[in-house]
């Protein structure tokens, strides 16, 4: 009953100050999408993520009650996460078979890099897994639109299981604010041909044949770099900020691991806390790049 009641009260606040409310908001939405866009495979569509958003954002506003003490961001925040994620939900169609397949390829991947020293080609990791080239090009293309929800951090569940309504403290976000850093660090300090990949599919959001044009190669060897780079980003963050998550064999000594090392150092002469949180607001949103 207390439920229906609450429903049925009207909003406190006016037409021109719920509008003022999705004005001053507007970056929050840009943030958030953007946030879990780093979390997601590159096909999933930023504009439908913004329109669900701002949908959500307009609705929030409507419902807001400034006299419960609540901050409308916070409010908002949790309203257009929950949406993120329903829009999200909507894409999820992978059958079992598929994350099978996705779970076969990934392992077969990671052994074939662990005994070759390198990210395998297209044909070695064809051949390792007993398909033919173009089969697994399907079998990529499968995956990829599949692991929609599947990614780490993301589990089935309510939104409100997903979207915790605690609101970060001023330790987390300064903590949030230094992994932004370390990753524009990591970034910087990448070989030049993968930082040239990473900044063209991901910041600059061009398609990988134009990408191989432009440097000359194939597209498949396009992908090749762009995945042995997330492997050096993710090593390299982790190295600094979770150590012991970094691949055992990493500390067994050896070629490979003398050129992640010297990776790892480059990452620490990028600069100090303070220039890594130059990247951000004081708020935790990134600033354009």
Same mark, same amino acid.
């Given at each position: 009953?207390?439920?229906?009641? &609450?429903?049925?009260?009207?909003?406190?606040? &006016?037409?021109?100050? =719920?509008?003022?409310?999705? =004005?001053?908001?507007?970056?929050?939405?840009?943030?958030? *999408?953007?946030?879990?866009?780093?979390?997601? +495979?590159?096909? @999933?569509? !930023?504009?439908?993520?913004?329109?669900?958003?701002?949908?959500?954002?307009?609705?929030? /506003? %409507?419902?807001?009650?400034?006299?419960?003490?609540?901050?409308?961001?916070?409010? /908002?925040?949790? =309203?257009?996460?929950?949406?993120?994620?329903?829009?999200? =939900?909507?894409?999820?169609?992978?059958?079992?078979?598929?994350?099978?397949?996705?779970? %076969? @390829?990934? #392992?077969?991947?990671?052994?074939?890099?662990?005994?070759?020293?390198? &990210?395998? #080609?297209?044909?070695?990791? /064809?051949?390792?897994?007993? *398909?033919?080239?173009?089969?697994?090009?399907?079998?990529?293309?499968? @995956?990829?639109?599949?692991?929609?929800?599947?990614?780490?951090?993301?589990?089935?569940?309510?939104?409100?299981?997903?979207? +915790?309504?605690?609101? +970060?403290?001023?330790?987390?976000?300064?903590?949030?604010?230094? !992994?932004?850093?370390?990753?524009?660090?990591?970034?910087?300090?990448? +070989?030049?041909?993968?930082?040239?990949?990473? #900044?063209?599919?991901?910041?600059?959001?061009?398609?990988? $044949?134009?990408?191989?044009?432009?440097?000359?190669? &194939?597209?498949?060897?396009?992908?090749?770099?762009?995945?042995?780079?997330?492997?050096?980003?993710?090593?390299?963050?982790? $190295?600094?900020?979770?150590?012991?998550?970094?691949?055992?064999?990493?500390?067994?000594?050896?070629?490979?691991?003398?050129?992640?090392?010297?990776?790892? $150092?480059?990452? /620490?002469?990028?600069? $100090?806390?303070?220039?890594?949180?130059?990247?951000? #607001?004081?708020?935790?949103?990134?600033?354009?790049?």
């Amino acid at each position: 009953m207390t439920s229906t009641a &609450t429903q049925a009260r009207p909003s406190s606040t &006016t037409a021109r100050e =719920r509008e003022d409310l999705v =004005r001053a908001h507007l970056p929050l939405v840009g943030h958030l *999408v953007r946030e879990m866009l780093s979390r997601l +495979p590159s096909h @999933v569509s !930023r504009e439908d993520l913004v329109s669900a958003g701002m949908a959500a954002l307009a609705h929030a /506003a %409507k419902g807001f009650d400034p006299s419960r003490g609540i901050p409308f961001g916070s409010f /908002a925040t949790t =309203r257009i996460r929950g949406a993120l994620l329903d829009e999200l =939900r909507g894409l999820d169609w992978a059958s079992r078979s598929v994350r099978t397949r996705a779970r %076969k @390829v990934e #392992t077969t991947q990671q052994e074939l890099t662990t005994a070759l020293g390198r &990210t395998p #080609t297209q044909t070695e990791l /064809a051949e390792a897994l007993g *398909v033919a080239p173009d089969e697994l090009k399907t079998i990529d293309d499968d @995956v990829q639109r599949a692991v929609v929800l599947s990614l780490q951090g993301f589990a089935a569940g309510t939104a409100e299981d997903l979207v +915790p309504e605690r609101t +970060p403290g001023p330790e987390d976000l300064i903590l949030h604010r230094e !992994r932004i850093g370390y990753l524009h660090h990591a970034i910087g300090a990448l +070989p030049e041909r993968l930082r040239q990949v990473i #900044t063209a599919y991901f910041f600059d959001e061009r398609p990988m $044949n134009d990408i191989a044009r432009e440097l000359g190669v &194939t597209e498949s060897r396009i992908s090749q770099l762009r995945s042995e780079a997330l492997v050096l980003l993710r090593d390299g963050l982790n $190295n600094h900020l979770d150590p012991h998550l970094v691949a055992a064999q990493e500390r067994a000594g050896g070629c490979i691991a003398r050129r992640r090392e010297a990776y790892y $150092n480059q990452i /620490a002469d990028q600069g $100090n806390l303070s220039t890594r949180l130059a990247h951000t #607001t004081p708020l935790g949103i990134p600033y354009s790049v």
